[in-house]
């Protein structure tokens, strides 16, 4: 495994750049985080080759992973994290997962959920990339740690996660997502619905849903006309060859785009008042 660390001091203009061989040079000089490593963009790669290097190609991949992060999170973002593999992480390395505010996982085929991760590691991750991990089941459960985990999340991208079936599958009505202003679900071929009717996000404004072929609806709800999402400013579905329904109303304004879901019809938008499409 290969720690490379970007770091940037606070002063405008300097830019400090240097490896790491263990994280536990970290959590033996705490008070870098406060000096040297106020902003900075960490990644976890394996090594390649006998000597352990990473060679031309897998620095190609990791900065064009960078550049598509960077596109999905805030361009403002702090302190950022991201995983490339499924080995386990050193001793030591939990101090990097608590001071990340965003933090990707890509190519992990061991975790079933998010909240294996740890929520006692990630307690200040506002937003999460979570990218061709082969065996993620679902994001959140319905226990405590979940819960913790996931009320302080703002952006969630989700893409390529072949046996995703539910984002919750929690029984009872848990906020696990009362904080999320931004989601968006690529490429996960198994999903149905993306919430059931008891977990509405209050404070989402952005849902961007594509490639999902066997998604039917995105909110569960017997009862439509009294579910909204009233700060939803914008709701992107692409490719959904089997989507029927929306689950909820849509109160305006409200930038809808539809294209290629040939079984939705605006009779089960459930639009309220004028939207642009």
């Not at 490639?211 to 692409?238: A, I, M, N, Q, V």
Request: hydrophobic share 35%; glycine share 6%.
């Amino acid at each position: 495994m290969v720690l490379k660390i970007f770091g940037f001091r606070k002063t405008a203009g300097f830019t400090l750049e240097e490896s790491i061989q263990s994280p536990r040079f970290l959590d033996e000089n705490p008070q870098l985080w406060e000096t040297k490593f106020k902003r900075f963009h960490f990644s976890v790669i394996e090594k390649q080759g006998e000597d352990g290097d990473i060679n031309g190609c897998k620095d190609e991949l990791f900065f064009r992973d960078l550049y598509s992060y960077t596109r999905h999170f805030p361009k403002e973002h702090d302190r950022s994290l991201e995983i490339h593999g499924s080995y386990s992480l050193p001793k030591g390395f939990e101090s990097v997962l608590q001071h990340a505010d965003y933090i990707s996982l890509v190519d992990n085929d061991r975790i079933s959920c998010l909240s294996e991760i740890g929520a006692d590691n990630v307690k200040v991750m506002k937003g999460c990339w979570i990218e061709r991990c082969s065996e993620i089941k679902s994001i959140l459960r319905g226990e405590e740690a979940d819960v913790r985990l996931g009320s302080s999340l703002e952006i969630l991208w989700i893409s390529n996660l072949p046996k995703l079936s539910s984002l919750y599958n929690g029984k009872e009505d848990l906020e696990c997502f009362k904080n999320l202003k931004h989601l968006y679900l690529d490429c996960c071929p198994m999903i149905v619905s993306a919430f059931p009717s008891s977990q509405l996000l209050e404070n989402l404004e952005i849902f961007h849903v594509q490639f999902c072929e066997r998604l039917t609806t995105l909110f569960e709800s017997d009862s439509p006309s009294g579910s909204t999402l009233k700060k939803l400013r914008t709701l992107y579905l692409l490719e959904l060859p089997e989507l029927t329904r929306i689950g909820i109303k849509l109160q305006a304004p409200v930038t809808l785009e539809v294209m290629e879901c040939p079984k939705l019809s605006k009779d089960h938008l459930d639009v309220d008042n004028r939207f642009s499409k």
